[in-house]
């Protein structure tokens, strides 16, 4: 179930240069799933989709990690505690629960970390097998959340391209090696189009199931509109299926994806 | 006050206010959010004979007071839509209009066939306003003769009251809706989407998948006012007016030029239950500007002169 | 960065920015404001071979994000413009243009004639959009064979540089822009105002004197653009875009959809000084998104398909 | 001459219920006269013309007495002192100087009071004959600087529809009668449009000048756009000559408009 409201900032915290955390509270976010998004209500003609960072269902509260790349999220940065948004939340189909008992490795890319964190934050406690964060970015700035991590009990594995933190190179690198390690393992990715891509080809051998989580331009972000789709399986002789990122994901299982068309 | 519309072949609408095809789903996904039993109507996203893929993402985009979409008609299919979505309709306590799309005549012919006998659609919308669609050349809605042989082919299978939309890419939008008027529609709905594209600067490329895509929200306003205008002075059927609607005083514009009840699209991304509170507040903006009833609104702004499609502009 | 553009017949523009008619008088009325010698050039305000007086009050409306006027191409006629406003013209050092009207084509060759031999003119611009000018029931600008006929009238009394300026009021309007080039046109310029119209609740009639208008402003740009990225694909002379420009950004998007330089119109009118500053930004935001060049701009969103009209929307 | 700048607003007053009178400061300013306009940048799509309501050219100073009537106005209502105004200004055919040895009768409605204020602030200390201020409005709120006027030496006659200030009924009766004593007057009228055809009317026998200025809708402001204009002598069989409020005017003298047409 989600629900339209308006909900409070509670908090608002610039976590990195062009990039704010803000909390909202209310009742309906006790609901909010890993990999799930609030669709928020900004000065433009439509909404602008953001996931949740952290969720703390006791207080019905949620995180919204935000960079600010266009007049949308702009506005968003520039909000206060104190202030309310309007919020359609939670949607979407979030991340399947993790089986505790696999190896999990968490790729994320930019923005896209934050989700791998509200998961991290969800299901680490009662993960019994190995477990890593991979956390890539073009330098060091764009490192998400790394201390939330680390706070969370798992040290991550970070990759800049330009080597300002952690390996010099991308998410793959760190990633092979797991999976070299954990072939059974786990994958949750979420990043840039080009990333998911090449998680989805590196996992392509990997056993088990491997979740990623998509962006794309949005209307309604409830399924009304057909807006927000993604090229899916199976693939006809004219092109491939499209399904909806705002209900049918943003988590999609590789399989489910038709790479070569996106 | 009383918002009941009485339309032709005995549609009552509970109120004008109608969910605009294509921005609404098949009714349920919304539910969540909206009374959907408060709506006049709704209007449901184009169904094809055959599933339609659409066409690539990106879909949408801004425009200043706008969006541009290239959905591309995407939909499940007729077997589909009545196998998985007729069954929740058929549970709503409102109009349902079936919004029915075709390559060819025959595809028209087939889906509204293929609805007749289903109790959850009480009317037609035949969409001859989507670009994609061509016939010789020229899409349906440009060709008044086109138009006119879709509307008769719909006739010859349905006694449900039927509208036809029409598109406001061209100077005599009227010469259309006359046509499929004497082709036998009911109603006129108008307007579709303005042909519209815009430039990702970033990619250097169309920023639509489909290249040139449909414009609507309250930039469009204008444009579907003058349509409205010019058709309802014209033909003697009920014309369903709408295109940016935001608020209740933009629907007693679009009555007061002439149409009998509205749909509303675009607006509902941004607000879900904005067309509920238009329902609400419709009628204190109707006593506000002096009208005591809807059906007084309907035209008000006409003058003895008749629309010639020759005034204004530069 | 240079910024000059070659036009056919020897015409140069200092820059891409030139005055849309109708927004800009006859010069000297906002070069208090702007330094007119800076743009690209001016198109003035209509001109036909009588005075017209133009439309009934009111002749603007706002609209979201967009304005519509009826001013019903009010101006003093060809004699009065040769004695009161050329003057003036002569004595600028930019590219000005003169936008020609007429009721028949012989109007419009009368204007032509009567403005060949003034050296304050260095261009025509021929206004076969305006839906107020009536050929046979049909406006010159949605009729490919009457605009040819104008543009062979203008043709054979004139060797300035001549463009046409086509109307977004209809599915294919490359047809009329191929016809005038096919009638000797050197260029095109695109878009005219699309027709529109507003209620005034309280008074309950259209809002402006005239009923219908021409919407113009940032409303208007993914209409225009569509219409520019059809026609430049389609002819080979160049294309003047204009239609809702704001920004560098906008001009950009216009280059990259394929016009050669672009008119600024409503804009002026909240902003008198931004077409200097759109010219002042201009190399920064061509070199932000990588040209090295203007004309490393023009028509760079083109893919390798085709436009045929008959993608997106719905 | 006439530039295009930003003023500071030095001061804003709430005078009346949905009222509000805004100084602004710019040497540019020095230059105003009664009668002319300021053409102010607002949110919308065109700027908004307001009437100088007072002007002190030492300071390069002038008043704008804006009544809320819509967004433009409203969003004009909620500046504060310290905020800057984008305008064009002066704009405009101002009021003809009267003549200091004829009676003078200014004729003000509701928000066409300020600019006649502003023209007894110019001229009213070095005039010689009898003056009179006629104000009305349709109640009392609607009555505009009465007390400016009497500040400034003359005690303004007042009307109202509902009698709930001064004379019961329009400033038709006052300015009768002032013009059976002066037949001579000049006479200077700002206000709706029903009441300065009155005014016409009434003015239609003095043999002294007689200036209304008029509102109309406007794009430029300037003289480019030609959509303020209003009906214009000579009227032709077709109808009338169409001239411009914002240069030709705002301020005609009676026979230069086509009072039929209006
Ligand atoms: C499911 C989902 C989850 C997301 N989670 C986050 C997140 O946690 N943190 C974060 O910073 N960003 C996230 N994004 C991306 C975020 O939605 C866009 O950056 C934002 O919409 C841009 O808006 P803007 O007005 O600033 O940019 P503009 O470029 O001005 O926006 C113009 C339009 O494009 C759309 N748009 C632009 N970029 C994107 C994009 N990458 N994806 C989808 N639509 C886009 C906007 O919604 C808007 O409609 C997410 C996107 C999706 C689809
Ligand atoms: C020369 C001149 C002097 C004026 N002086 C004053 C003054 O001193 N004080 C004052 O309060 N008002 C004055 N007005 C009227 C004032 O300009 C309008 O009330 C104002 O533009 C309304 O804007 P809005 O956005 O609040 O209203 P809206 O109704 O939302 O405006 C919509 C559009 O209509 C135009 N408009 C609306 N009403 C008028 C009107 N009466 N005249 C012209 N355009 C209008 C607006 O400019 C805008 O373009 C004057 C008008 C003119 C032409
Ligand atoms: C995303 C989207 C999808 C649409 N799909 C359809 C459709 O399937 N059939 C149809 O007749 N109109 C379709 N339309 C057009 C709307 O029904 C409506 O005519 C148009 O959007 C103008 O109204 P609005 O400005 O209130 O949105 C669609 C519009 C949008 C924005
Ligand atoms: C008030 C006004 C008057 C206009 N007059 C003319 C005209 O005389 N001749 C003409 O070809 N176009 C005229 N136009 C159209 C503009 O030149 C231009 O094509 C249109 O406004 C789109 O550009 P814009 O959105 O930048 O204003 C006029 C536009 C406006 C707003
Ligand atoms: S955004 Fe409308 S279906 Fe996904
Ligand atoms: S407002 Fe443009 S001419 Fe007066």
């Not at chain 1, 696999?102 to 791998?116: A, D, E, F, S, T």
């Not at chain 2, 007749?116 to 669609?133: D, G, L, R, T």
């Not at chain 2, 059906?295 to 006409?302: I, K, L, N, P």
Request: glycine content about 12%.
């Amino acid at each position: 179930m989600a629900g339209a409201f308006k909900a409070p900032i509670v908090a608002a915290l610039a976590v990195a240069p062009r990039h704010v955390e803000l909390v909202i509270e209310h009742p309906e976010l006790s609901m909010a799933a890993p990999g799930q998004f609030a669709h928020i209500l900004t000065p433009g003609m439509l909404r602008r989709p953001v996931s949740f960072s952290r969720i703390d269902p006791q207080r019905g509260r949620a995180g919204l990690l935000v960079q600010v790349v266009g007049q949308g999220t702009a506005w968003l940065a520039e909000r206060s505690p104190g202030e309310w948004l309007d919020v359609l939340a939670p949607l979407g189909r979030g991340f399947q629960a993790p089986d505790p008992a696999r190896p999990w490795i968490l790729v994320g890319g930019g923005v896209g970390i934050p989700p791998l964190y509200s998961a991290w934050e969800r299901w680490g406690p009662q993960h019994r097998a190995p477990a890593c964060a991979i956390l890539g970015a073009r330098e060091a700035d764009g490192i998400l959340m790394a201390g939330d991590f680390q706070g969370a009990g798992l040290l991550p594995v970070l990759a800049t391209e330009d080597g300002s933190a952690g390996r010099r190179g991308t998410v793959v690198g760190p990633l092979e090696e797991w999976l070299a390690r954990y072939p059974e393992a786990q994958v949750m990715a979420c990043g840039p189009n080009g990333m998911l891509a090449q998680v989805s080809r590196v996992a392509a051998g990997a056993t088990g199931p491997v979740q990623l989580a998509m962006e794309q331009r949005m209307g309604c972000g409830i399924g009304a509109c057909l807006a927000c789709v993604v090229p899916a399986t199976p693939v006809g002789p004219e092109g491939p299926r499209y399904r909806r990122v705002c209900t049918d994901g943003p988590v999609f299982f590789r399989e489910e994806l038709a790479w070569s068309w996106i | 006050m009383d918002l009941s519309v009485r339309l032709p072949r005995g549609l009552t609408l509970k109120n004008p206010i109608i969910a605009a095809s294509g921005t609404f789903g098949f009714g349920p996904e919304y539910a969540r959010f909206v009374q959907v039993n408060r709506l006049g109507g709704i209007s449901v996203k184009g169904i094809s004979p055959e599933p339609w893929r659409g066409n690539p993402p990106p879909r949408v985009w801004e425009t200043p007071s706008g969006l541009l979409n290239s959905i591309g008609l995407q939909n499940p299919g007729l077997t589909t839509f009545l196998e998985e979505d007729a069954p929740f309709l058929r549970t709503l306590d409102t109009v349902v209009i079936a919004n029915i799309i075709g390559h060819t005549v025959e595809e028209y012919r087939t889906v509204a066939a293929g609805l007749q006998n289903e109790p959850a659609i009480h009317a037609f919308e035949v969409n001859i306003s989507c670009p994609n669609i061509k016939a010789g050349g020229i899409t349906f809605g440009h060709d008044p003769d086109a138009a006119y042989h879709v509307m008769r082919a719909v006739r010859s299978v349905t006694d449900k009251p039927v509208m036809v939309k029409v598109s406001p890419n061209m100077a005599d939008p009227w010469t259309v809706a006359e046509a499929v008027v004497e082709g036998g529609a009911d109603m006129i709905s108008a307007i579709n989407t303005v042909i519209g594209l815009a430039i990702d600067l970033k990619r250097r490329r169309p920023a639509l998948g489909g290249t040139t895509g449909g414009l609507s929200g309250p930039a469009i306003k204008p444009i579907a006012l003058r349509v409205v205008w010019e058709i309802a002075q014209r033909v003697s059927v009920p014309v369903i007016g709408m295109g940016g609607i935001q608020s209740a005083e933009d629907v007693l514009e679009f009555l007061m030029a002439g149409a009998r009840a509205v749909m509303v699209g675009t607006i509902t991304f941004q607000f879900p239950q904005r067309m509920e509170e238009i329902i609400d507040r419709l009628p204190l903006v109707l006593a506000h500007y002096g009208f005591r009833s809807l059906e007084e609104a309907v035209g008000a702004a006409w003058t003895s002169r008749t629309a010639d499609g020759a005034e204004g502009g530069e």
